[in-house]
């Protein structure tokens, strides 16, 4: 079978309407020209009701079939396919796609929804472990209970009647709590959700560190934790102490003062480098985070002395 290597972009915006970050449908694999390897911009929850067929991730071709389950981060390229182009062996699935602000006001903080969130984290952080197989395999009885919840949710969403979307929060977030209890029974070694949350962290900081010249917005990173603002503004300052733009602030200016003494650009250039557009925010927040100006801290450190140029 040749598999187009392409790599397409599939927006939230192509599925959610009326400002709602959820959709789910039953796609049956009868057009084979309309398949293309892509990535997206939310989680996609993929479940295996019928048939066989197989999924791409990256460069890997998995045999799927009905039963098999996947949790799909945003920026995976992957893409189902049936073993021919006429889906001899009748290869179909639901496709759940949300953004986590759906079930945010929900509030659920019990240790499980954690554990939840450690299997996306799982998926994110080590796609080379988890990309040969499905993230969940059902047998017979449980894969009764999720063909009656993916049904549900489908019914709910398509006759959209009174109080839907409630119903379609509550499902959703059934459907989370019975994936991780069922991959906990089926893996007594699931991941602890305490380890992702720290590798989740060590992972944001990364991103900031390799994009201080850019502008870092809040749900920047928590889309890309696949998160929900609060929930991992609460998660950051639990493991560093700090607020998330505390942090960023005191990562651009320990890189400013790297600047300031190995570099010859002038203070204004290097403050625009490490993502400071406005000179005078940049002096103020230096000096609170230091003690002193950026020049004061040039002269009293940099190699060169007064040779630097300040401005």
Do not use: W
Request: aromatic share 12%; net charge negative.
């Amino acid at each position: 079978m040749r598999v187009i290597d392409q790599v397409f972009t599939l927006r939230s915006s192509q599925f959610f309407s009326e400002q709602i970050p959820f959709f789910i449908h039953q796609y049956a694999y009868d057009n084979y020209d309309e398949l293309k390897l892509h990535v997206h911009d939310f989680i996609e929850i993929v479940y295996v009701c019928k048939g066989k067929g197989l999924h791409k991730v990256g460069n890997r071709l998995i045999p799927v079939s009905e039963g098999d389950l996947f949790i799909i981060n945003n920026d995976t390229p992957h893409c189902f396919y049936p073993y021919d182009r006429t889906n001899t062996d009748g290869l179909e699935v639901y496709n759940c796609m949300f953004l986590p602000a759906f079930i945010e006001h929900l509030q659920i903080e019990l240790p499980i929804m954690r554990g939840i969130t450690s299997l996306f984290l799982l998926n994110g952080l080590y796609p080379e472990e988890t990309a040969h197989t499905p993230d969940l395999m059902l047998g017979t009885g449980p894969r009764k209970e999720f063909d009656q919840l993916f049904g549900n949710m489908l019914h709910e969403y398509q006759t959209k009647q009174e109080g839907y979307l409630n119903i379609l929060k509550l499902q959703l977030c059934e459907l989370l709590i019975k994936t991780y209890r069922t991959y906990k029974s089926l893996y007594q070694d699931a991941p602890h959700p305490d380890t992702y949350k720290l590798e989740l962290i060590q992972k944001s900081i990364q991103y900031m560190r390799s994009n201080l010249s850019s502008p870092i917005q809040l749900n920047d990173l928590s889309q890309q934790a696949l998160l929900s603002k609060s929930y991992f503004s609460g998660i950051f300052k639990n493991v560093t102490g700090i607020s998330v733009l505390d942090y960023l602030q005191k990562l651009r200016i320990e890189e400013a003062c790297r600047l300031l003494v190995e570099d010859t650009k002038t203070v204004t250039d290097i403050s625009e480098s490490v993502g400071y557009n406005d000179y005078r925010f940049f002096n103020k927040t230096f000096r609170k985070i230091t003690g002193m100006t950026a020049s004061a801290y040039r002269k009293q450190f940099g190699a060169a002395g007064g040779n630097h140029r300040d401005t």
